[in-house]
C-alpha cells in the first residue's frame, strides 16, 4: 500500500483502513499481534504519532485490543466488525452514489442492474 498524501482523506485512516483490509484477507487472524506504530512508520514513511492514532481508532472500534507492554492484537470478532462496517458505510454510500448518477443519467433499474452483474463478473476473485 502507499500512502496518499493529497487524496484528502487523513493518513491515520489510510492506516486503519489498510490495517482492516490485512484482517479481512486473513493476514492477521484472531488474536495475532499486528505492526507496531513504529513498524507502521517505518513501513509508510511517516510519523509514529500518525500510525499510533490509525491503531487507537481500530482499537476504539474493538478490531484490536492492547496488552500493556506487548503490542496490539487482533480481537476475535474483528473480521465480523470490519465487514459490518463496510457494509453498512462504505458500500452504501457508493451504492447511493451510483443511484445518484443512474438516476441524473436516466439509466433505468434494469440496465443499472445488468450494469452490476458485468461490474461482478469482471471483477470476481479480484477481492479474496
Do not use: C
Not at 73 to 99: C, M, S, Y
Request: charged letters at 30%; aromatic letters at 6%; zero cysteines.
Amino acid at each position: 500500500m502507499i500512502i496518499d498524501s493529497t487524496s484528502g482523506r487523513p493518513i491515520y485512516i489510510q492506516i486503519a483502513e489498510w490495517m482492516e483490509t490485512e484482517i479481512l484477507n486473513d493476514n492477521f487472524k484472531a488474536d495475532d499481534k499486528v505492526y507496531s506504530q513504529y513498524q507502521l512508520a517505518e513501513m509508510f514513511t511517516i510519523n509514529p504519532a500518525t500510525a499510533a492514532k490509525g491503531l487507537n481508532v481500530l482499537t476504539d472500534e474493538n478490531i484490536l485490543y492492547g496488552k500493556r507492554g506487548l503490542g496490539k492484537f487482533v480481537t476475535q470478532e474483528a473480521k465480523a466488525i470490519i465487514i459490518d462496517k463496510r457494509k453498512n458505510e462504505k458500500l452504501k454510500g457508493l451504492l447511493e452514489e451510483v443511484a445518484l448518477e443512474a438516476g441524473r443519467l436516466h439509466v433505468s433499474d434494469e440496465e443499472l442492474i445488468t450494469m452490476l452483474h458485468h461490474a461482478i463478473e469482471e471483477h470476481k476473485g479480484d477481492g479474496a
